[in-house]
């Protein structure tokens, strides 16, 4: 195989080597998906940041490119989007090109360890060769600093109604639009956040978006906000809002925040632009800030969930975004592992499963009380109860393998809330790569997303089935290609 390492992933991006954190500028053009990410060369914890690049045709399989931009004397470069200006209202283009064209954050070190607060500005710079070489804009930065120690992640969008570009970026505890009719001229149109939403820390790498609701001849706007710290089961997580947008500012009667996945890795996860399909399709970083940097891996660190259909649902009145791996992650599940089997009510059984490491399981039950117990011969497991009498769904990895290398890892038990199901019988897929295991409940509405450090790997699946009426079917595992 072409990566060999412990906890490597095999069916996910993650870099070669060193660190990474968030996806940026995602975004296709001309038969290529671009998956540009936040990404220190030097080490495998965070430093001066970069924009890594990888490319793929069909967001399975992905080849890594050379850092697409360094660092210069504004600054840092931090997250951020990109657009095809198709029309080329940058006037980058001079010979009928079309400019790819990067929006994203200038972080200025010096100015922040001198106790500035304005040291952080948005940047732009373009290629004219689908992202293969790249030049910053003379103009920057295109938006300035009044102040604001929290200024940044810009996301990009054309919005057609009003033929301007728009622009949500985060200011601390609230998201600022802007819209610009070239990329370089931007104008401050509305703000939204204050009142809304989960603010035990401040906003990260906002995505603004319409999404037509499933089944419905209806679509609604979409914001979606990381925030660290603050998510649910502790550290970094991602809420959205559903909502209206006028091309000036986005509003909402939705006071509370909605979670885009209960586990506690899937960060500043954010949409491609420009999708040939017309699907929203999110990738997030498989990580948490509470222990990203301490995480048992060895030449790089982390890996992006696989990608993930978004669709929005109507659920009774009120609106509900699930997200689902795109239909290419499961042309990856080839040979079954083991044949399906069916765990009676009260019954407990557990098989043996070589390979179980790197796999697909999609089951199928109406039991309201179930574990899934993924363990090794160490006696090490990852234990998924569904419980309906409590309303909850449970990740625990408190004795999954490597805990202690940060405190916040295995200490408690990972919650999601069981309402959205409305009581139905469930279907689950779980995929695990190695040191990660992503949960999607009912095309997923419900997500857990989680990583995980065994010594040996996972070889035995233990159903545990408490309910005394209703049996869990195990419909299938199945092995997963590596995409490498
Ligand atoms: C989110 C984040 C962004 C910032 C980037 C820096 O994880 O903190 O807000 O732009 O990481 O690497």
């Not at 671009?34 to 924009?51: A, K, S």
Request: negative net charge; aromatic residues 12%.
């Amino acid at each position: 195989a072409y990566y060999s390492e412990p906890y490597r992933p095999q069916f996910h991006f993650s870099p070669e080597a060193n660190w990474m954190n968030d996806p940026n500028g995602l975004v296709y053009q001309d038969g290529v998906y671009h998956l540009f990410y936040q990404y220190y060369p030097d080490d495998t914890v965070w430093g001066p940041m970069h924009w890594g690049h990888a490319v793929s045709k069909d967001l399975v399989r992905w080849e890594h490119k050379p850092i697409a931009l360094y660092p210069d004397e504004h600054g840092l470069i931090f997250s951020g989007s990109a657009v095809v200006d198709s029309q080329n209202t940058s006037g980058f283009a001079k010979n009928g090109e079309t400019p790819l064209v990067a929006i994203f954050t200038y972080h200025d070190m010096d100015g922040e360890k001198a106790g500035r607060t304005d040291f952080q500005t948005q940047g732009i710079a373009y290629t004219l060769d689908n992202g293969d070489t790249w030049t910053k804009f003379k103009g920057n930065p295109v938006i300035g600093n009044e102040g604001i120690k929290d200024f940044r992640d810009p996301k990009v969008t054309w919005h057609e109604a009003s033929k301007r570009w728009i622009l949500t970026l985060v200011a601390g505890d609230h998201a600022q639009f802007y819209t610009s009719p070239n990329l370089k001229d931007w104008t401050l149109t509305g703000e939204f956040g204050k009142d809304y939403g989960a603010h035990g820390g401040v906003w990260e790498c906002p995505d603004l978006f319409p999404l037509q609701v499933d089944g419905e001849n209806e679509s609604k706007w979409v914001l979606i906000i990381s925030i660290n710290p603050g998510a649910p089961n502790g550290g970094s997580g991602t809420q959205y809002f559903i909502g209206d947008f006028d091309g000036k500012t986005f509003t909402t009667d939705q006071k509370e925040p909605k979670w885009i996945d209960y586990g506690t890795d899937n960060y500043a996860g954010v949409t491609y632009n420009n999708e040939p399909n017309g699907d929203r399709i999110f990738i997030g970083w498989m990580s948490n800030w509470q222990y990203a940097r301490d995480t048992p891996t060895k030449k790089w660190r982390s890996s992006m969930t696989v990608p993930r259909k978004l669709t929005l649902q109507k659920i009774g009145m009120d609106y509900y975004l699930t997200n689902f791996p795109i239909s290419g992650i499961d042309g990856l599940a080839s040979s079954e592992l083991t044949k399906s089997w069916e765990v009676g009510s009260s019954e407990t059984a557990t098989q043996t499963i070589n390979g179980l490491d790197q796999s697909s399981i999609q089951l199928k039950t109406a039991s309201k009380d179930f574990s899934i117990v993924y363990g090794n011969s160490l006696g090490e497991k990852v234990v998924l109860t569904l419980n309906a009498g409590r309303n909850q769904f449970l990740v625990d990895r408190s004795a999954s393998g490597k805990i202690d290398f940060q405190e916040d890892f295995g200490n408690k038990t990972h919650v999601a809330p069981l309402q959205l199901l409305n009581g139905d019988p469930v279907e689950m897929e779980i995929l695990l790569d190695k040191s990660s295991m992503e949960v999607f409940i009912n095309g997923g509405l419900l997500v857990m997303t989680e990583q995980v450090f065994p010594n040996e790997p996972y070889n035995s699946i233990t159903v545990e089935n408490n309910d005394p009426e209703a049996n869990v079917i195990v419909e299938s595992i199945k092995k997963m290609e590596s995409i490498w």
